[in-house]
């Protein structure tokens, strides 16, 4: 692997136990600029996963728990008056940072989320005829518990297809629970983190070097082929849009690179399709009856398209 990652994944693990696909998931999704919906249970390191990443890369963290009377400007910031001057100043609100832990997303009303979303997508915030540009690298990790819905808003498919990838920590093994037991003990593991493992600069600069990997037109055309596949499909009511091949896309490269490769393959592709194709899809009632849900879909489509061999092109 690439050293800077093994060194960033290292430091990570120093907190996180036994969850290294998904710090793998999460450092490439942070390589592509893209955000992450971490759907899981209270209470499996969500929170110590992000501050963790932070504390790695010695980037500024906030958390904002969305409750239904978080209002907008909690997250975009707002201008005030400044006694002082008599000018108008801009107060950061929750966004400005590297990395944000969006706490239970589908407990805030829906112009929150669309706030939210918004500085998401563009990387910045526009208050009072002024611009105000998002810190480099800018990382959202929402959360939404899967199983209380009681006073939540349901987050729209065009908002979840904005997500780059969607994960789930899951459970931990006995023998890992055991070492969370352990490490838990005498203080809060985030302390093991004593100091960046590696710098912003350095993730802008790999976020760079990601774009340089190159995809071959056989390598292309399999993104196309999965993505197009579940446009025309009885088991869908909602097929992936073209937002989702360019996520695929710039996952495959971003494995390829962690990976230590200057060129994708197929296989970059298949590692990186269910976390980021997923919670794009809608499925009909015959795919729920077929699939139950839309990982498995995925991982059916993935078994039956055609792997391209191959070449130079």
């Avoid at 999460?26 to 955000?35: K, V, Y």
């Avoid at 499996?44 to 992000?50: E, N, S």
């Avoid at 498995?296 to 398209?305: D, Q």
Wanted: glycine letters at 6%.
């Amino acid at each position: 692997m690439n050293q800077k990652v093994v060194t960033l994944a290292d430091s990570i693990s120093k907190v996180i136990v036994g969850k290294d696909n998904i710090i793998t998931n999460i450092i490439a999704a942070l390589l592509c600029d893209g955000h992450v919906l971490l759907e899981d249970v209270p209470g499996v390191g969500k929170t110590q996963l992000i501050t963790a990443l932070s504390r790695s890369i010695g980037g500024k963290f906030n958390r904002i728990q969305l409750t239904p009377d978080v209002m907008p400007s909690d997250i975009a910031g707002f201008t005030m008056l400044d006694s002082g001057t008599g000018d108008f100043v801009y107060r950061d609100g929750a966004v400005m940072c590297n990395f944000l832990l969006a706490d239970e997303i589908n407990r805030a009303s829906p112009k929150v989320q669309s706030a939210l979303l918004e500085a998401m997508e563009e990387r910045q915030i526009s208050l009072d005829g002024k611009t105000h540009k998002l810190p480099e690298p800018f990382l959202v990790m929402a959360t939404q518990n899967p199983v209380e819905t009681y006073g939540t808003y349901h987050l729209p498919e065009a908002q979840m297809d904005r997500f780059f990838m969607k994960l789930s920590m899951g459970y931990p093994t006995a023998d890992e629970e055991i070492s969370i037991l352990e490490r838990t003990e005498k203080f809060n593991p985030i302390n093991n983190i004593t100091e960046a493992a590696v710098s912003v600069e350095d993730i802008c600069r790999m976020q760079q070097e990601v774009k340089n990997i190159r995809v071959s037109s056989q390598v292309k055309r399999y993104i196309v082929n999965l993505t197009a596949s579940t446009r025309d499909d009885r088991n869908t009511v909602l097929g992936i849009s073209p937002r989702g091949s360019i996520a695929l896309y710039k996952a495959a490269k971003a494995f390829a690179y962690i990976y230590e490769r200057d060129f994708a393959t197929p296989d970059d592709v298949k590692i990186s399709a269910v976390a980021v194709l997923a919670h794009r899809i809608i499925l009909s009632p015959q795919g729920k009856n077929s699939f139950g849900t839309g990982e498995e879909y995925i991982k059916h489509i993935l078994s039956v398209c055609e792997v391209p061999p191959m070449g130079n092109s």
